[in-house]
């Protein structure tokens, strides 16, 4: 089994920063793309970023330019630096990995159970 821990969520002013971590551990192979989703109250989750294995990114429209996915391979884990936050930015942020794991021997999605971003006006 494959357990995706997120951490770095809070409260933060508008116009600040905030950096999300997500580690991956388990029977991991290989990962594949991780990525960012995030879902505010009442509505669907929605992409934030991914990043593939070799580092090629792709953000949603509403973040670009404010925020940054990045990863440590070597770690497992992925990062999304926020800057220049915004009210609207508030919502639980979820990690997101495809794995291949050892055991059972499969690729398969994984989920985080998610962070809490608040952005206060």
């Known amino acids: 089994q494959v357990q995706l821990v997120e951490s770095g969520g809070g409260l933060v002013q508008a116009g600040g920063s905030l950096r999300l971590s997500c580690a991956a551990s388990g029977s991991i192979f290989s990962i594949n793309a991780m990525g960012w989703y995030r879902q505010a109250p009442g509505k669907q989750r929605e992409l934030v970023a991914t990043i593939t294995s070799s580092g090629i990114a792709h953000y949603a429209d509403s973040v670009k330019g404010r925020f940054t996915i990045s990863r440590d391979n070597a770690k497992n884990t992925v990062y999304l630096q926020m800057n220049s936050l915004k009210p609207e930015d508030t919502s639980v942020y979820y990690c997101?990995?495809?794995?291949?794991?050892?055991?059972?021997?499969?690729?398969?999605?994984?989920w985080g159970k998610g962070t809490l971003v608040t952005v206060s006006s």
């Open positions: 997101n990995a495809g794995v291949v794991t050892t055991w059972p021997l499969g690729g398969a999605d994984y």
